[in-house]
């Protein structure tokens, strides 16, 4: 299983930046989604997670700026990100639950992509 994000670049404050994670590879079901971020000298955080069927978190951070949606014919996660702020500067990284056979599942995670929102 590989995720691959993509999406990620420079914006001003105050812009938009909408973030996409495709899966591929041998899939029997996508569990939960979900988005992190990691700032220079700071530990990951999340900031938006759907598991399947569920409602989505976010934490008051991000909250009402950004929305994570998820196609699941495509196997694919979206992160708009809204009223960009510089602490959102991170390098951002999706995470899923992946099961390859039914009842096993494991946790897969894509390179990351950069975003640097400048004041």
């Known amino acids: 299983v590989q995720l691959q994000a993509s999406g990620g670049g420079w914006v001003q404050a105050g812009g938009s930046l909408r973030l996409s994670c495709v899966a591929s590879?041998?899939?029997?079901?996508?569990?939960?989604m979900r988005w992190y971020r990691q700032a220079p000298g700071k530990q990951r955080e999340l900031v938006a997670s759907?598991?399947?069927?569920?409602?989505?978190y976010y934490p008051d951070s991000v909250k009402d700026r950004f929305t994570l949606s998820r196609d699941n014919a495509k196997n694919t996660v979206y992160l708009q990100m809204n009223s960009l702020k510089p602490e959102d500067t991170a390098v951002y990284y999706c995470?899923?639950?992946?099961?390859?056979?039914?009842?096993?599942?494991?946790?897969?995670w894509g390179q990351g992509t950069q975003v640097t929102v400048s004041s």
């Open positions: 995470n899923a639950d992946v099961s390859r056979y039914p009842g096993r599942s494991g946790s897969y």
């Open positions: 590879g041998s899939i029997f079901s996508i569990n939960a």
């Open positions: 759907l598991p399947s069927g569920g409602t989505t």
